[in-house]
Nanobody, 122 residues
């Protein structure tokens, strides 16, 4: 059974940093990614990373502030979030895809975590 579990969310002030982790069990995904959802809005793509680590994608809103990485030995993906803004407040979910270079298309992802809350205070 495939299971993805996130951790690392919390409350941080504007300009602060957080590091999210997501560990997958049950299978290894070619692409792992982070999405986020703000209440009342559609879920949006944040970043993705191929198994090799050579292909990364970022939403324009987080480029230069967020960094996605992975430890394949631990089947874990990370999201380092720096210079956080109040508009980054959301539930962050990790996702896994069997495609090599998946990006924003949610239908390419077959594994989803429950999410972790990130709140950035102004």
């Amino acid at each position: 059974q495939v299971h993805l579990a996130e951790s690392g969310g919390g409350l941080v002030q504007t300009g602060g940093s957080l590091r999210l982790s997501c560990t997958a069990s049950g299978r290894t995904f070619s692409t792992m990614a982070w999405f986020r959802q703000i209440p009342g809005k559609e879920r949006e793509f944040v970043a993705s990373l191929s198994w090799s680590g050579l292909s990364t994608r970022y939403a324009d809103s987080v480029k230069g502030r967020f960094t996605i990485s992975r430890d394949n030995d631990k089947n874990t993906v990370y999201l380092q979030m720096n210079v956080l803004k109040p508009e980054d407040t959301a539930v962050y979910c990790c996702a896994g895809s069997t495609y090599y270079n998946s990006g924003p298309r949610e239908d390419e992802y077959t594994g989803w975590g429950q999410g972790t809350q990130v709140t950035v205070s102004s």
